[in-house]
Nanobody, 113 residues
Framework: QGQLVQSGGGLVQPGGSLRLSCAAR????????MTWYRQAPGKEREWVAS????????TYAESVKGRFTISRDNAKSTVYLQMNSLKPEDTAIYYC??????WGQGTQVTVSS
C-alpha cells in the first residue's frame, strides 16, 4: 500500500522561509511525477508546483513562481518544497500527491507576524 508522509511546516513571519518534505513508501517513487497543492480556509484547493519523475521538468503556479522551489531526491524517495519570501496569503494546508492517487496527510503553513 502506497503512502506519503509529510513533514515540515509551521509558523513563520512574512519574508521567512520553510521547507516541506514528503517521503514516499510502498510504490515506485522513481516512476511518479509529484505535485504540491494547498488549501486555505474557505478556499478551493490550489495547485502549487509539479515535478516530473526524473526531476528534469518543474512547473509552478504564478502565485509562487520565483519564491518556491520543488525538488526531489529519488534515492531517498522524497520530494521537497522550499518556500522563500513567504507571504500571509501563502497560509494554507499543503499536500503532496503522487499522480493524484496517493496523498500526504497535509501540513499546516502559517505566515503571520
Amino acid at each position: 500500500q502506497g503512502q506519503l508522509v509529510q513533514s515540515g511546516g509551521g509558523l513563520v513571519q512574512p519574508g521567512g522561509s520553510l521547507r516541506l518534505s514528503c517521503a514516499a513508501r510502498g510504490f515506485t517513487f522513481t516512476s511518479s511525477s509529484m505535485t504540491w497543492y494547498r488549501q486555505a480556509p474557505g478556499k478551493e484547493r490550489e495547485w502549487v508546483a509539479s515535478i516530473t519523475s526524473t526531476g528534469a521538468i518543474t512547473t509552478y503556479a504564478e502565485s509562487v513562481k520565483g519564491r518556491f522551489t520543488i525538488s526531489r531526491d529519488n534515492a531517498k524517495s522524497t520530494v521537497y518544497l522550499q518556500m522563500n519570501s513567504l507571504k500571509p496569503e501563502d497560509t494554507a494546508i499543503y499536500y503532496c500527491t503522487a499522480r493524484s492517487y496517493y496523498w500526504g496527510q497535509g501540513t499546516q503553513v502559517t505566515v503571520s507576524s
